[in-house]
């Protein structure tokens, strides 16, 4: 019986990979109907890139060189991604912002996992950030949210799915670090079951 092609996803990372290893685990297991092409990183050192190893999965450094101008390294970086044929680009703890040198090649394509609800904290340190905001009385819960990457607009691109992550007064910055990774690792995998099977 003739198989259905597996969607195609590239996953882009900079460092730890846990938000990759939730992705590997669930493809592993049927959860998502998609192969991994290729796993990505700017950071040599990237522990994702060990994880990616053991599964099997094809992997590229492309550090930033110094003398590149952000331009040049966007424009390398896709070359390096369209290699893969991608059906999705998913950025898994991807630490550099992409211009439109990158971006115009996937259009609608490019899916970017933040640890914050829309619209709060965009950019690096979110869970830092929001942790201090709790402790100053400002908010009172948290979230996370999966989103397109349209432009170069950060953290700021349409929500494909966002869910709450409580926040408790005695929590500890890495009580509450360990419940939003939880919360990414779940609703990275649920949000790219859904995208994908839209598409079978
Ligand atoms: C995650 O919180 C991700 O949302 C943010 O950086 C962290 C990376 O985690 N961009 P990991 O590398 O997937 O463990």
Redesign the pocket.
Known sequence: MMSIPKARLVVL?????????AMIDAVQSGIIKAKISAVISNKRD?Y?LERARKAGIPVLVLPKMKEQTREEYDAQLAQAVQQYAPDWVI?????RILSMHFLRHFPNRVV????ALPGTFPGTH??ERSYEAFQRGEIQETG?MVHLVPDEGVDAGPVLAQTQVKMLPGDRLEDLETR??QS?HRLLVDTLVQIISKEE
């Open positions: 990372i900079s460092g730890n990979g846990s938000n990759l290893q990237a994702g950025l898994a703890g991807w630490m970017n996992l933040h640890p979110a869970i996370v939003i990774h990414e």
